[in-house]
């Protein structure tokens, strides 16, 4: 069964740092590209990250809200997925889900997400 | 950027109605179009992708279209577990956006 399992979250102030961090199980982790998503609260959905696999030099890609104050990495050898989030703004605090975004298996497609874990930016 | 709008916001229909949302691309997406489902809480659950096609498990009532750079999910007969907030995703160019949302409640 695969699990995506976030930590990190909890309170920080306006330029402040946190990493978010997501645990996976379940897969082969080192295959799948993996993506940040988030969602500000009582808002919509917002993409933030992708990070490819070792077959595609963990390229990354990123929302223009958060590009060059985020940056989305990745460890295979303990199937885990980091957010570092620089930076910060009172408009970063949302929800953050650890996702597998409609990923192409054989003849199926799979999407994860995990429950998310809560990013507060405030003074 | 390609911007993705939706409509309506807000729905009020009742049990065993037929449901439309629509969701409009500002260029072409190639079918690149999915649609999920969220309620109160929880993360977004996949029912459509590339535009049409049921993701497994997803019951068939729910069935997706595209005109173009409109595209369409409906619900042919909306049941009490139906209730929730319904979001398109374009996953053709990055960066990947979201519509801003459509909430279905009960009349």
């Known amino acids: 069964e695969v699990q995506l399992v976030e930590s990190g979250g909890g309170l920080v102030q306006p330029g402040g740092s946190l990493r978010l961090s997501c645990a996976a199980s379940?897969?082969?982790?080192?295959?799948?590209?993996m993506d940040w998503a988030r969602q500000a609260p009582g808002k919509g959905l917002e993409w933030v990250a992708r990070?490819?696999?070792?077959?595609?030099?963990?390229?990354?890609e990123y929302a223009a809200s958060v590009k060059g104050r985020f940056t989305i990495s990745r460890d295979d050898s303990k199937s885990s997925l980091y957010l570092q989030m620089n930076s910060l703004k009172t408009e970063d605090t949302a929800v953050y889900f650890c996702?597998?975004?409609?990923?192409?298996?054989?003849?199926?497609?799979?999407?994860?997400w995990g429950q998310g874990t809560l990013v507060t930016v405030s003074s | 950027d390609i911007q993705m709008t939706q409509s309506p916001s807000t729905l009020s229909a009742s049990v065993g109605d037929r449901v439309t949302i629509t969701c409009r691309a500002s260029q072409s997406i190639n079918s690149r179009l999915a649609w999920y489902q969220q309620k109160p809480g929880k993360a977004p659950e996949l029912l459509i992708y590339k535009a049409s096609r049921l993701q497994t498990g997803v019951p068939s009532s729910f069935s997706g279209s595209e005109s173009g750079t409109e595209f369409t999910l409906t619900i042919s007969s909306l049941q009490p577990d139906d209730f929730a907030t319904y979001y398109c995703l374009q996953y053709y160019n990055y960066p990947f956006t979201f519509g801003p949302g459509t909430k279905v409640d009960i009349k």
């Open positions: 990070i490819r696999n070792k077959v595609n030099s963990y390229t990354t």
């Open positions: 996702v597998i975004l409609i990923k192409v298996l054989g003849s199926d497609i799979v999407d994860y």
């Open positions: 379940g897969f082969t982790f080192s295959d799948y590209y």
